[in-house]
């Protein structure tokens, strides 16, 4: 079992950044492969990044590549979401997941999942 809780989000403005922290408990953190997906109301969930158990490698959704950068850092079991240059599409909740898989870009391939967080861009 894993236990994830988000942290980090907010209400900013067009062209701002956040930084969403998520912090994991009840197993191994390096075993876990980590993703970050979000979801807008009206829209099913989708895939915004991932990074390996390691860290050594990232994936990232089209529409975030250059935006958003994730990291971990297995010393303190966290995983993050550097947000820059938002904009008011990225306005939805964001959900941290943990996987046993090497990595996954799809909900499908994650077994634990926080409870989001609330990230809201305004134009």
């Known amino acids: 079992q894993v236990q994830l809780v988000e942290s980090g989000g907010g209400l900013v403005q067009a062209g701002g950044s956040l930084r969403l922290s998520c912090a994991a408990s009840?197993?191994?953190?390096?075993?876990?492969?980590m993703g970050w997906f979000r979801q807008a109301p009206g829209k099913e969930r989708e895939f915004a990044a991932a990074?390996?158990?390691?860290?050594?490698?990232?994936y990232y959704a089209d529409s975030v590549k250059g935006r958003f950068t994730i990291s971990r850092d297995n010393t303190k079991n966290t995983v993050h979401l550097q947000m820059n240059s938002l904009e008011p599409e990225d306005t939805a909740v964001y959900y941290c997941?943990?996987?046993?898989?090497?990595?996954?870009?799809?909900?499908?391939?994650?077994?634990?999942w926080g409870q989001g967080t609330q990230v809201t861009v305004s134009s």
């Open positions: 997941a943990a996987g046993e898989r090497v990595v996954a870009t799809t909900p499908s391939g994650y077994h634990y």
């Open positions: 009840g197993r191994t953190f390096s075993s876990v492969a």
């Open positions: 990074i390996t158990r390691s860290g050594s490698i990232t």
